[in-house]
């Protein structure tokens, strides 16, 4: 079946604490896998698209990378305004006109 | 600042009543998606329109659910008759293309249904 996991789905990290966020997915045929920061009360926002294993790409303190099998986004030191739920979703060659979306890492960054 | 406009922002209505949600995408955009969103499932495509025309609403049910876009700049969303389980938020989205971009996503429209 195919499936986006993302894990943790809670975390909780001090400010200049980097860490990463998982995503993990099952698909046939990946062509494209994004990463989404959703703030509270507001529509999910576009952070990367990645297309094949071994790419890399970064914006401020994030980055995010690709494998066959899982997706990381890498957070460098940490900000508070780095808070927020992170989602996952992955566009395969099964489901021309869907994203299967995981249910998100909710990030809270102390300072 | 170009973004996609969705009303109303809360909707609290009686179960069996009507509600249309209304979004503007963002002008040029030529696909536009409907997506809800509840803790236990996450997101979930509803419908999804290029030029106009609805290309998928298979996430959608249909003896309650419709999706039309009458012009370019606005996208409604209907449910008839609403029930309780129709609780959730609702997100337009707008691209350029398809599910293989970027989406746009709107503020959405958090509706309870007592």
């Known amino acids: 079946e195919d499936q986006v996991t993302q894990s943790p789905e809670a975390l909780r990290l001090q400010e200049g604490e980097s860490s990463s966020l998982n995503c993990s997915y099952t698909v046939s045929g990946l062509r494209g896998l994004f990463w989404y920061r959703q703030d509270p009360g507001k529509g999910p926002e576009f952070l990367f698209t990645l297309y094949s294993a071994g790419e890399e790409k970064e914006k401020e303190r994030l980055k995010a990378t690709l494998t066959k099998k899982e997706s990381f986004l890498h957070i460098t030191a940490p900000k508070p305004e780095d808070s927020a739920t992170y989602l996952c979703a992955v566009h395969h060659a099964g489901n021309n006109r869907k994203l299967i979306w995981g249910l998100g890492t909710s990030l809270a960054v102390n300072p | 600042d170009a973004r996609v406009t969705q009303t109303p922002r809360h909707k609290v209505t009686e179960m069996g009543q009507e509600v249309t949600m209304r979004c503007q995408p963002i002008l040029g955009h030529n696909t536009v998606f409907w997506y809800r969103q509840t803790m236990m499932q996450g997101l979930e495509l509803l419908a999804y329109f290029r030029n106009r025309a609805p290309l998928d609403d298979s996430g959608m049910p249909k003896d309650r659910f419709s999706a039309e876009m009458p012009d370019a700049t606005l996208a409604t969303l209907k449910i008839q008759p609403s029930e309780p389980r129709d609780s959730a938020v609702y997100f337009c989205?707008?691209?350029?293309?398809?599910?293989?971009?970027?989406?746009?996503f709107g503020q959405g429209t958090r509706l309870t249904v007592v």
């Open positions: 989205a707008s691209g350029l293309r398809g599910v293989e971009t970027e989406a746009f």
